[in-house]
């Protein structure tokens, strides 16, 4: 089979399974098999896979049908124009995300700060990447998910980054901050249940907030009002979108 053969069926493969975004889809996986960028499968449509190239993108295909994301099979997304590794123990980074990091970095004020539920570091890395002046506290009570966001932080060469493991502030409550910024888990469970067929391979401590979906933000904004240097800023993600609160 070449590559536009492979191509075609792939898609179809994915058209059947009702994957919208199959033909794109089938892109990538055929790329990230081959090794080479989606340019090459235009530039090279009849080049011939190998039978171990073959049995490697039906292997992808045959997964993406059964909904697995496509991050999580080549165990990259992108985000922020940053690379990012991902794998089960960690949220997919998504783009409206990126509007928490472009209002944080509007705000020139903002020296040192915490970025609370950092899953994959997508947050702190992009923010420590575009300003390498920030001090950051990267937490997160998952130490699988810290071992992949200390990867990233790793490949990006970033040495403003401090990880923490722990529940919300707590690992870092002595610490002076001008700033909270969090996208902690924030579905509730109607919504996680309608939508698990799209969600289901992703760790569901990393999305699932209790019946409303505000049991993690109403612990934080808790813990805040204990701290003993309080932040000037809190930036957060939730169902509405992104907010932003001074806090006087
Ligand atoms: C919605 S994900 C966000 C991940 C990443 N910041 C992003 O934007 O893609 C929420 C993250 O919060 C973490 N988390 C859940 N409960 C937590 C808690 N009590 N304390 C700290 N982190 C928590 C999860 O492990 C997960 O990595």
Redesign the pocket.
Same mark, same amino acid.
Not at 19 to 37: G, M, V, Y
Not at 78 to 97: A, M, W
């Given at each position: 089979m070449n590559i536009q053969q492979a191509l075609v069926s792939g898609t179809e493969k994915l058209k059947s399974a009702k994957i919208i975004s199959a033909s794109l889809d089938a892109e990538i996986l055929l790329s990230w098999t081959l090794n080479k960028p989606k340019s090459y499968l235009f530039t090279y449509p009849e080049k011939k896979l190998t039978q171990a190239q073959l049995a490697k993108f039906e292997k992808y295909i045959s997964r993406r049908s059964k909904n697995e994301p496509v991050a999580y099979l080549t165990s990259h997304k992108e985000f922020y124009g940053l690379d990012f590794l991902v794998n089960k123990n960690?949220?997919i980074?998504?783009p409206e995300?990126e509007l928490l990091v472009e209002e944080v970095l509007k705000n020139k004020k903002i020296k040192r700060l915490a970025d *609370?539920?950092?899953?994959?570091g997508?947050?702190a890395i992009a923010l420590a990447k575009n300003n390498p002046e920030l001090k950051i506290y990267a937490?997160? *009570?998952?130490a699988k998910?810290l071992i992949i966001a200390r990867k990233n932080a790793k490949k990006y060469k970033l040495k403003n980054i401090i990880f923490k493991k722990g !529940?919300?502030l707590e690992p870092i409550k002595n610490i002076k901050l001008d700033a909270v910024v969090a !996208?902690?888990?924030y579905l509730s469970k109607k919504i996680y249940k309608k939508n698990y067929h799209n969600l289901k391979f992703e760790?569901k !401590?990393?999305?699932l907030a209790g019946k409303d979906g505000l049991d993690?933000y109403r612990k934080l904004f808790e813990q805040i009002k204990k701290l003993k240097y309080k932040p000037k800023y809190i930036f957060y993600e939730n169902n509405g979108g992104m907010c932003y609160t001074g806090c006087g």
């Amino acid at each position: 089979m070449n590559i536009q053969q492979a191509l075609v069926s792939g898609t179809e493969k994915l058209k059947s399974a009702k994957i919208i975004s199959a033909s794109l889809d089938a892109e990538i996986l055929l790329s990230w098999t081959l090794n080479k960028p989606k340019s090459y499968l235009f530039t090279y449509p009849e080049k011939k896979l190998t039978q171990a190239q073959l049995a490697k993108f039906e292997k992808y295909i045959s997964r993406r049908s059964k909904n697995e994301p496509v991050a999580y099979l080549t165990s990259h997304k992108e985000f922020y124009g940053l690379d990012f590794l991902v794998n089960k123990n960690v949220l997919i980074p998504r783009p409206e995300t990126e509007l928490l990091v472009e209002e944080v970095l509007k705000n020139k004020k903002i020296k040192r700060l915490a970025d *609370i539920g950092t899953g994959s570091g997508c947050i702190a890395i992009a923010l420590a990447k575009n300003n390498p002046e920030l001090k950051i506290y990267a937490a997160d *009570i998952s130490a699988k998910a810290l071992i992949i966001a200390r990867k990233n932080a790793k490949k990006y060469k970033l040495k403003n980054i401090i990880f923490k493991k722990g !529940n919300l502030l707590e690992p870092i409550k002595n610490i002076k901050l001008d700033a909270v910024v969090a !996208n902690l888990p924030y579905l509730s469970k109607k919504i996680y249940k309608k939508n698990y067929h799209n969600l289901k391979f992703e760790p569901k !401590n990393a999305m699932l907030a209790g019946k409303d979906g505000l049991d993690y933000y109403r612990k934080l904004f808790e813990q805040i009002k204990k701290l003993k240097y309080k932040p000037k800023y809190i930036f957060y993600e939730n169902n509405g979108g992104m907010c932003y609160t001074g806090c006087g």
